[in-house]
């Protein structure tokens, strides 16, 4: 497997690991680093880099990152959010990926961007829910804020550096694990008194 690949590989996922926070912000900054020549996308895949792809991208963009400032709303569009992430996690997957045959560049798609950017995404959906439960929403505008910066900071690095972007997606998983681990913790202790 040559170089130019396996950057292609860190690439994709980091690019899913931001789906799973925004949905539409990664595509959008993926759609504009082909427009600008950034990264190179897959021949069948250039209509992304095209203008009318980079409007309604950022359209997209901008609608979702609003209405998860909507109270009770946000929670309504996590249950559409979580399969839209596992769509697009594959689709940025299989853009960005060089040089592979299209076999193992589309199990490479569903299992690594698709699995990252819907685990990703299931748990950030399962933080506002508890967010809800616990704040009455209160805290949900915190939790879209830190979403929406991480979409932004792992997109950039997916494409700028996408090496630092790999070490990312390890840390977050990190971090969730931990989370999980906790939420599992202190809910055996509610059970059990």
Same mark, same amino acid.
């Given at each position: 497997?040559?170089?130019?690949?396996?950057?292609?590989?860190?690439?994709?996922?980091?690019?899913?690991?931001?789906?799973?926070?925004?949905?539409?912000?990664?595509?959008?900054?993926?759609?504009?680093?082909?427009?600008?020549?950034?990264?190179?996308?897959?021949?069948?895949?250039?209509?992304?880099?095209?203008?009318?792809?980079?409007?309604?991208?950022?359209?997209?963009?901008?609608?979702?990152?609003?209405?998860?400032?909507?109270?009770?709303?946000?929670?309504?569009?996590?249950?559409?959010?979580?399969?839209?992430?596992?769509?697009?996690?594959?689709?940025?997957? @299989?853009?960005?990926?060089?040089?592979?045959?299209?076999?193992?560049?589309?199990?490479?798609?569903?299992?690594?961007?698709?699995?990252?950017?819907?685990?990703?995404?299931?748990?950030?959906?399962?933080?506002?829910?508890?967010?809800?439960?616990?704040?009455?929403?209160?805290?949900?505008?915190?939790?879209?804020?830190?979403?929406?910066?991480?979409?932004? @900071?792992?997109?950039?690095?997916?494409?700028?550096?996408?090496?630092?972007?790999?070490?990312?997606?390890?840390?977050?998983?990190?971090?969730?694990?931990?989370?999980?681990?906790?939420?599992?913790?202190?809910?055996?202790?509610?059970?059990?008194?």
């Amino acid at each position: 497997m040559s170089p130019e690949s396996i950057i292609s590989i860190f690439l994709g996922i980091g690019l899913a690991a931001s789906v799973g926070f925004r949905v539409f912000l990664p595509l959008f900054a993926l759609s504009l680093a082909g427009y600008y020549n950034i990264i190179p996308l897959n021949e069948s895949w250039s209509w992304v880099a095209s203008s009318s792809a980079i409007i309604t991208l950022g359209i997209a963009t901008v609608l979702e990152i609003f209405a998860y400032y909507i109270p009770w709303f946000d929670n309504l569009l996590d249950t559409i959010a979580i399969p839209l992430a596992a769509i697009a996690g594959t689709a940025v997957m @299989v853009s960005t990926v060089a040089d592979l045959s299209p076999v193992i560049t589309w199990a490479l798609a569903i299992i690594a961007g698709g699995g990252t950017a819907s685990a990703i995404k299931g748990t950030t959906a399962s933080t506002r829910l508890a967010s809800t439960a616990s704040t009455a929403g209160v805290a949900n505008p915190v939790i879209s804020t830190i979403e929406t910066g991480t979409a932004m @900071v792992m997109s950039a690095f997916s494409i700028f550096i996408p090496i630092v972007a790999i070490f990312l997606v390890v840390l977050i998983f990190f971090i969730i694990r931990k989370i999980y681990k906790s939420l599992f913790s202190s809910a055996k202790k509610n059970t059990s008194n």
